[in-house]
């Protein structure tokens, strides 16, 4: 029953939130910002519960509202009856509950200022359903899982947390297109995809309201800006010029490129292709973090 619950909250898709966690702190470090790094574990382990948490109410709206269903790609917890409905409601909210009190714990060693920060992650959290299906969901998750935590790393870990320095966000936010914009598009090629079982439930996605063509297109321009970003930093020297070396993932964003245009041909071409990017991010941010962080002693 454990393993039921545990897949249930679609652990593939934890890189998307913890990496950006772990990069916007690496990027600070080497930006030479005093890092807690017991506060960014922390930080890590909070944000992965508040995304199982939205994970789970996620599914549990969409499989009440109809827009998962047998024939649907998406997760089966529901729609093969592995759990209830009821039970993935309760735990989902029991997720919430202790992200939430986790949150708290951290804002009462990181500062009060982390509880404005954490509330507006969590009111997203919940409203992220609605979003989605009103053409918002790109926009939520890039708030969700890119500015708000860029932020919220960027006071939690900075060891003078006593005193603001707004250049601290400023480099932060540096930071964020190098992991948000796969982030977007985890959520975009998953809204590609379902486009037909998301017209027929009654709800408008960013996907469907752009047209499967620039769907595709603007899933392609997703997984291609972090790379471009980052070399683009660090040759005005904003990011290490080591970070150059982030065009070494060049063939496993052609791959992932290639399959999303197979799309305009098969319509079982991005059945995968939300979970192999996770593993991109995953990739991408393990990388730039350790160059990041070796960077910051050599160069």
Request: glycine fraction near 8%; aromatic fraction near 14%; proline fraction near 3%.
């Amino acid at each position: 029953m454990f393993k039921k619950y545990f897949l249930s909250t679609r652990p593939w898709s934890f890189p998307v939130s913890a990496m950006s966690v772990l990069v916007t702190a690496s990027f600070l470090f080497w930006r030479g910002w005093g890092v807690d790094w017991a506060m960014v574990i922390w930080a890590v382990l909070g944000i992965i519960l508040f995304h199982a948490a939205g994970n789970l109410l996620s599914d549990w709206y969409d499989y009440k509202k109809g827009i998962d269903a047998a024939d649907t790609f998406g997760s089966k917890t529901l729609t093969d009856g592995v759990l209830s409905s009821k039970q993935v409601l309760v735990f989902g909210i029991i997720l919430l509950v202790i992200a939430t009190l986790n949150g708290l714990a951290i804002s009462y060693v990181a500062g009060p200022w982390l509880l404005l920060i954490g509330g507006l992650g969590a009111l997203f959290t919940i409203a992220y359903p609605f979003m989605k299906s009103h053409a918002m969901g790109d926009l939520c998750i890039f708030l969700e899982y890119g500015i708000i935590p860029a932020i919220g790393t960027a006071y939690t870990v900075n060891v003078f947390r006593s005193t603001l320095d707004w250049g601290l966000y400023i480099d932060a936010l540096w930071a964020v297109p190098t992991f948000a914009s796969i982030t977007i598009a985890v959520l975009h090629t998953n809204n590609t995809r379902d486009c037909f079982t998301d017209k027929r439930a009654g709800i408008r996605t960013f996907a469907m309201l752009i047209g499967k063509e620039h769907a595709i297109a603007l899933y392609c321009i997703e997984i291609i800006l972090p790379i471009i970003w980052t070399t683009i930093l660090a040759c005005v020297g904003i990011m290490p010029y080591p970070a150059a070396l982030m065009l070494a993932l060049y063939p496993a964003v052609i791959s992932r490129c290639k399959q999303a245009i197979m799309y305009e041909k098969d319509d079982q071409a991005m059945n995968n292709l939300d979970e192999r990017t996770a593993q991109l991010q995953l990739i991408n941010g393990l990388l730039l973090t350790t160059i990041l962080i070796v960077s910051r002693f050599i160069f």
